[in-house]
């Protein structure tokens, strides 16, 4: 069965803010950084895998632009994308996990033309990740959740958090073009889309990126927020403490077992 991780060559690993990739930048060792594109691609070796590090930023241009450069001319395998996203399924709370089975670009509508969320004249609409990867990144999330995250963050910033008895849910990821602050928006995006599990406004772009050129997307999400009237603050609350201490702490689990 296929996977990203079984690639003979370096994986890609993106996030799109500084400070989903802080801790993951952190553990990269032997560095050599290639500047394209206005990023900086960072070639060397994380838990053990040979890989290509780099900041995407925000919204599906950039991550596109990303994922192409690290196909194309760094010659990775497939990528994984990490950081957070908004939880719009019921059971999606902050401090959960969401391994993407599958993506949507939740904006993409050329209707009458195309039907909706059809990439047009690419003839999908739902990019499906590689099965062996989702059970393989559900299982490292598991691990780390069990394992690492109380001794990484402390029982009472958790508390604080509003973290309590966290979960890895896999399923579908809705690719949106903009921050969801919105209790109604969020609303509309789960009658739109109903098994949508979480919003971000990357991964179907990587995904899409992928399958045209036959590499895996492996999409790992936090969840900071739950895209609602709190979306902002939940986000800005979570996103130093949950983002980078659950990249890193999932990739090192995915990595090194
Ligand atoms: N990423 C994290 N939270 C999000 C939200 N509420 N909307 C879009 N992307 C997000």
């Known amino acids: ?16 803010m500084p400070e989903e990739i802080a801790a993951i930048d952190r553990a990269l060792t032997d560095r050599c950084v290639e500047t394209r594109g206005l990023r900086e691609y ?9 890989v290509v590090l780099v ?15 690290l196909l194309c001319e760094f010659g990775v395998g497939g990528i994984v ?51 062996d990867d989702v059970d393989r990144a559900a299982q490292a999330a598991r691990r780390f959740l069990a394992e690492d995250l109380t001794g990484a963050l ?6 604080a958090l509003g973290v309590a008895g966290p979960r890895v849910h896999t399923g579908l990821v809705a690719t949106v073009d903009r921050f969801i602050t919105a209790t109604d928006e969020a609303a509309a995006i789960r009658e739109l889309l109903p098994d949508a599990l979480a919003v971000e406004m990357e991964g179907a772009a990587v995904a899409q990126v992928c399958h045209e050129h036959g590499g895996g997307a492996l999409i790992i999400r936090a969840i900071s927020d739950r895209a609602d009237d709190h979306a902002t603050d939940a986000f800005t609350r979570s996103l130093p403490e949950i983002a980078s201490v659950y990249s890193a702490g999932i990739l090192r689990r995915l990595f090194a077992g």
């Open 1 to 16: 069965m296929r996977s990203v991780l079984d690639t003979t060559q370096p994986i890609g690993v993106m996030a799109a």
């Open 42 to 50: 960072h070639t060397g070796r994380l838990f053990g895998r040979e």
């Open 55 to 69: 900041m995407a930023r925000v919204g599906k241009v950039a991550a596109a632009s990303t994922a192409t450069h």
């Open 81 to 131: 994308m990490t950081g957070v996203a908004g939880g719009v399924g019921d059971a999606t709370h902050v401090g959960d996990v969401v391994i993407a089975s599958e993506t949507v670009q939740h904006d993409l509508d050329a209707s009458p033309l195309f039907p909706r969320f059809e990439a047009p004249l690419l003839g999908v609409s739902r990019f499906e990740a590689w099965p």
């Open 154 to 159: 402390g029982a009472e910033r958790l508390a």
